[in-house]
């Protein structure tokens, strides 16, 4: 199984930019597709964006399209999330998951999480 530590959260002004990591432990971690889900106060887990194993596929929920950026490193077991252009509604807990499948799809199911990094936007 992968272990996920995420990092990079914080408070920032509206319009401004974070930059997520998450870096994982486990053999089979650059063979899985990884994932960035949200969740906001009093609401449910949201998907955000999604890469495969070899990062050659992205995909990512409408409301972040064109402001967020998921990549990988898998020499350094690293997944990131650009975030920019950044709103108070991006606001939640943000959790970096990786699956055993190699690509992303609606139906996808994340075997691993991490512990999650808080994102604050303010107005």
């Known amino acids: 199984q992968v272990q996920l530590v995420e990092s990079g959260g914080g408070l920032v002004q509206a319009g401004g930019s974070l930059r997520l990591s998450c870096a994982a432990s486990?053999?089979?971690?650059?063979?899985?597709?990884v994932g960035w889900v949200r969740q906001a106060p009093g609401k449910e887990r949201e998907f955000v964006a999604a890469?495969?194993?070899?990062?050659?596929?992205?995909y990512y929920t409408n409301s972040v399209k064109g402001r967020f950026t998921i990549s990988r490193d898998n020499a350094k077991n690293t997944v990131y999330l650009q975030m920019n252009s950044l709103k108070p509604e991006d606001t939640a807990v943000y959790y970096c998951?990786?699956?055993?499948?190699?690509?992303?799809?609606?139906?996808?199911?994340?075997?691993?999480w991490g512990q999650g990094t808080q994102v604050t936007v303010s107005s």
């Open positions: 998951a990786a699956s055993s499948s190699r690509v992303y799809s609606d139906s996808i199911a994340w075997n691993s």
């Open positions: 486990g053999r089979t971690f650059s063979s899985s597709a």
């Open positions: 890469i495969s194993w070899r990062g050659s596929s992205t």
